[in-house]
């Protein structure tokens, strides 16, 4: 796996920059860059959507850039069979047909990585990958963009100068409730159930769907981003406001000064970076 992807090209209305590097971390200790990334269009003319598909594999698996390899080339398959129904969602705005829609496709995506752990005699957890993609339209005329996937990562909008995290809440499920549940005429006196042989095996935690569709203006850049440029963007506030200042020039940035800007490093947050943006006119 290449240390580092570098993508870029125009398109509808936007201004697409996308790299994928390897971490500081993992060239220590001489591992594979976890993340993966795949840009892909599927359609002609304006009747057209560009995917981005970014993955992360799990920490410490061995197998991990396979996983994230794996996650990124199926939903794109799945994504090309289905491109002019998502087309013509996304321009009709039927945000609710979208929704259910890539949710089916993201479900089966990461049920093929629990096959394929099955195959290989890994369990789940060590085979898998958070997914996180953007459907962009073709469409100058068209101004909604798409964000959809399972796992952490981080959503922005650079809008204004200002930098402001938009990532879509998710329930948390499975945590524990104390007090009487809902519904209940007692209260849970929290004794657990001896097991028993004929109970099904608990499936391990599965990431909860992510989804947000919005309209951009013009002068908005829109930015995906894994955990590893999530979590110091969240956490270093002079990072935030050197990307803030330096893509909210007037003229995206050339591959060049993209990646350079992309490379700030921040002391403490040594993982890969995985960061696709969206610039528009």
């Given amino acids: ?30 591992e594979a860059r976890r993340d993966a990334l795949l840009v892909k269009r599927f359609g002609a003319g304006e009747d057209g959507i560009v995917l ?5 594999g799990a920490r410490a698996c061995p197998e991990a850039h396979r996983a994230a390899t794996e996650a990124v080339r199926s939903i794109a398959a799945a994504v090309g069979r289905s491109h002019r129904r998502l087309a013509d969602d996304i321009r009709a705005a039927r945000r609710g047909d979208l929704k259910s829609g890539l949710h089916r496709l993201t479900d ?3 049920g093929r990585l629990r096959a394929a752990a099955a195959e290989r005699g890994l369990a789940p957890e060590e085979y898998t990958a958070s ?35 938009i990532e879509p809440e998710v329930p948390t499920d499975g945590q524990p409730r104390s007090g009487p549940e809902a519904g209940a005429l007692t209260l849970d006196p929290g004794i657990g159930r001896p097991p028993s042989p004929y109970a099904p095996v608990e499936e391990p935690r599965r990431e909860p769907f992510r989804f947000h569709a919005s309209i951009a203006r013009s002068g908005d850049v829109l930015l995906l981003c894994g955990t590893g440029l999530a979590e110091p963007l969240r956490g270093s506030p002079p990072l935030a406001s050197r990307l803030a200042e330096e893509w909210s020039a007037p003229e995206p940035p050339g591959l060049a000064a ?8 921040v002391k403490g947050y040594a993982d890969d970076r995985t960061l696709a943006a969206v610039w528009e006119r």
Avoid: I, K, N, W
């Fill in 108 to 110: 089966r995506t990461l």
């Fill in 258 to 265: 993209f990646l350079a800007t992309s490379q700030t490093r």
């Fill in 131 to 165: 997914l996180r993609c953007l459907l962009l339209p073709t469409d100058a005329q068209c101004r909604t963009r798409v964000f959809f996937g399972a796992g952490e990562g981080g959503l922005f909008r650079l809008r204004g100068g200002e930098l402001r995290d």
């Fill in 1 to 30: 796996m290449p240390d580092t992807v570098l993508e870029g090209g125009r398109f509808g209305g936007s201004t697409l920059r996308a790299v994928s590097q390897r971490g500081d971390s993992a060239r220590y200790r001489g």
């Fill in 52 to 56: 981005v598909a970014t993955a992360t």
